[in-house]
């Protein structure tokens, strides 16, 4: 455990601001409640413990998510509710995946009614990223990612040529390419978040680089937390969304549930991901809410991961009724999702 604890992010690095990476607009942000808007489609996007938790998402909602975009990781139920399984077999990959168990838990749980349909997620467009300098997720281990989705028949677009360490690759982040230390927001030169949103929308129009017209909503995720209080699922008493002025004014839009990983929450780093991730500029061109839940640390998640490998106590995680992916699908429902 102590290993998870080092590679989620315990060791909090300094690292100096690239004086030439691009500052980006922020967002007006208010106090206030999620509501529900236009919404056409839902997609989700993670990296690290965020990527895992996109994939069970997708996964167990195939019938409402229809797309996601993964940093930095590997295949559902990967850690299979067991800690040493999550570092040895989905981090360091000493232990095998067990790919082919996991893609039968897969069809026996949809058979069983647990998750939706796996026929869902044939040709459903997935971007995966993996940096050749990240040693916290191997890449075999995201290769079985690309596998597991293939199996089921998603159309999966792979990066696997950056030099990028463990993070989440924007032209925003404060970090160089091949490190891995807070924030996990890296420059690596490129624009991942293009490919992404090309790959799950068809096509995207160029981000905002100049002021956002949008809103930063600062809304109470114990209102939407299955058990009423946030904290007990090891989730931060708030979370975000940004809406654009268009979305707000009734247009069609999509929403992206945007995940971050381990160490990089709100009470971790602020709102270094939310502003960073190079989301919110797309969203004001392409017609797209972004929510971004919000964990945090507590005595069984002391580096604020999502919920993964089961440490919350129950087996029941990564299919319908599990409690963080309950709590996001409500937020996504209130959205209007």
Same mark, same amino acid.
């Given at each position: 455990m102590r290993k998870l604890i080092r590679i989620c992010g315990a060791v909090l690095v300094a690292i100096p601001l690239?004086?030439?990476s691009p500052a980006p607009a922020q967002a007006a942000t208010v106090s206030?409640? @999620?509501?529900?808007?236009?919404? =056409? &489609?839902?997609?989700?996007? %993670?990296?690290? $413990?965020?990527?895992?938790?996109?994939?069970? @998402?997708?996964?167990?909602?195939? =019938? &409402?998510?229809?797309?996601? %975009?993964?940093? $930095?990781a590997g295949p559902y139920y990967c850690a299979q509710n067991n800690a040493a399984q999550a570092v040895n077999g989905c981090m360091d990959n000493v232990y095998s995946t067990n790919l082919g168990t996991l893609e039968y838990d897969t069809s026996l749980w949809a058979g069983y009614g647990w998750i939706d349909p796996t026929g869902n997620l044939s040709g459903?467009?997935?971007?995966?990223?993996h940096g050749g300098s990240d040693s916290s997720i191997k890449k075999s281990v995201t290769d079985d990612l690309v596998r597991y989705y293939q199996y089921f028949g998603a159309s999966v677009q792979y990066d696997s040529g950056s030099a990028a360490g463990h993070a989440w690759v924007?032209?925003?982040?404060?970090?160089?390419?091949?490190?891995?230390?807070?924030?996990?927001?890296n420059n690596c030169?490129?624009?991942?978040?293009?490919?992404?949103?090309?790959?799950?929308?068809?096509?995207?129009?160029?981000?905002?680089?100049?002021?956002?017209?949008?809103t930063l909503i600062r809304f109470d995720q114990n209102a939407h937390a299955v058990n009423g209080y946030a904290p007990g699922l090891s989730m931060d008493n708030s979370g975000f969304a940004y809406v654009p002025s268009s979305c707000a004014s009734g247009a069609s839009c999509r929403?992206?549930?945007?995940?971050?990983?381990?160490?990089?929450?709100?009470?971790?780093?602020?709102?270094?991901?939310?502003?960073?991730?190079?989301l919110n500029q797309y969203a004001d061109t392409n017609n797209m809410i972004v929510l971004y839940p919000q964990a945090t640390a507590s005595g069984v998640n002391p580096n604020g991961c999502w919920d993964w490998w089961g440490y919350l106590g129950y087996s029941n995680y990564?299919?319908?009724?599990?409690?963080?992916?309950?709590?996001?699908?409500?937020?996504?429902?209130?959205?209007?999702?």
């Open positions: 690239l004086l030439l206030g409640s @999620l509501r529900a808007y236009n919404i =056409s &489609r839902v997609y989700v996007s %993670g990296v690290s $413990s965020g990527g895992y938790m996109a994939t069970q @998402l997708q996964v167990a909602y195939s =019938s &409402r998510i229809k797309g996601a %975009g993964i940093f $930095s459903q467009p997935v971007y995966v990223f924007t032209p925003y982040g404060p970090n160089s390419c091949t490190v891995t230390a807070s924030p996990y927001l030169g490129t624009d991942p978040q293009n490919a992404l949103l090309r790959k799950l929308f068809g096509s995207v129009n160029a981000r905002n680089t100049g002021s956002l017209t949008g929403l992206m549930v945007a995940l971050h990983g381990c160490g990089q929450g709100y009470s971790a780093v602020g709102t270094a991901f939310v502003d960073k991730a190079n990564p299919i319908h009724g599990g409690l963080q992916l309950e709590t996001i699908m409500n937020m996504v429902k209130a959205l209007g999702g």
